[in-house]
């Protein structure tokens, strides 16, 4: 076995673990110097949104990839430090991994009854469901009311995945919460249907929508 490794190593042949696989965009900050085809992908959305103005896409972050993504946080009121991470990809839609666990632990619940008070798969209330799932998928502890969860999170212009989408049905504030799954739509716990889904700029829910939040 020994003379079998040296001479797979002289031969320049590399065995790799199956079983390792890439995180997906999202997941790790990227900055100047990472040499990835991460740094491309992260290239041709700041190309989409017309900052990133170089000729070419490369796999390489140099200091036009710094200055695109300077561009975007400054414009994003991002802190402006032209490195990319977790809020630089929010605010481009970028979604990694563990953004796509919120969405999965979301949709598991999809059809729970409503419960005024509920905080368990048995029945939820908007806000028990919304404190539930984000515990499980993110080990993220959420207050118990939609008042007390919309003031904390940092304000978000616009929604991403994982982000909680706030409405003021009554009046005096934010009384209503779901968690944004896009593209415009977001899970939530209705008093009429359950855990169900719901497109943000349906007629209802654009005229109460007042922001979105990220935890």
């Not at 890439?22 to 790790?28: I, P």
């Not at 400054?74 to 402006?80: E, L």
Request: charged share 25%; net charge negative; hydrophobic share 30%.
């Amino acid at each position: 076995m020994k003379k079998i490794t040296i001479i797979l190593a002289a031969a320049g042949i590399i065995v790799l673990n199956p079983a390792v696989s890439h995180a997906a965009l999202g997941d790790d900050t990227l900055q100047q110097t990472n040499e990835n085809k991460d740094v491309q992908k992260l290239q041709k959305k700041l190309d989409e949104k017309g900052y990133f103005t170089y000729s070419k896409t490369t796999d390489y972050y140099g200091p036009y990839t710094k200055s695109a993504v300077q561009r975007f946080q400054d414009d994003k009121g991002i802190a402006v430090d032209g490195i990319a991470g977790k809020e630089t990809f929010k605010a481009l839609g970028i979604t990694g991994q563990s953004d796509s666990s919120i969405m999965e632990v979301a949709k598991k619940y999809e059809g729970t009854p409503y419960v005024w008070g509920g905080e368990t798969p048995e029945g939820f209330d908007c806000s028990g469901y919304l404190q539930y799932i984000f515990s499980e998928a993110e080990n993220v502890h959420l207050d118990r009311t939609v008042d007390e969860i919309y003031k904390d999170g940092k304000q978000a212009e616009e929604p991403a995945v994982g982000d909680i989408v706030f409405f003021n049905l009554e009046g005096d504030g934010p009384s209503h919460a779901g968690v944004y799954i896009g593209p415009g739509s977001f899970m939530h716990a209705s008093s009429s249907k359950g855990v169900t889904s719901a497109e943000l700029d349906s007629s209802y829910w654009s005229q109460h929508y007042i922001g979105a939040k990220s935890y």
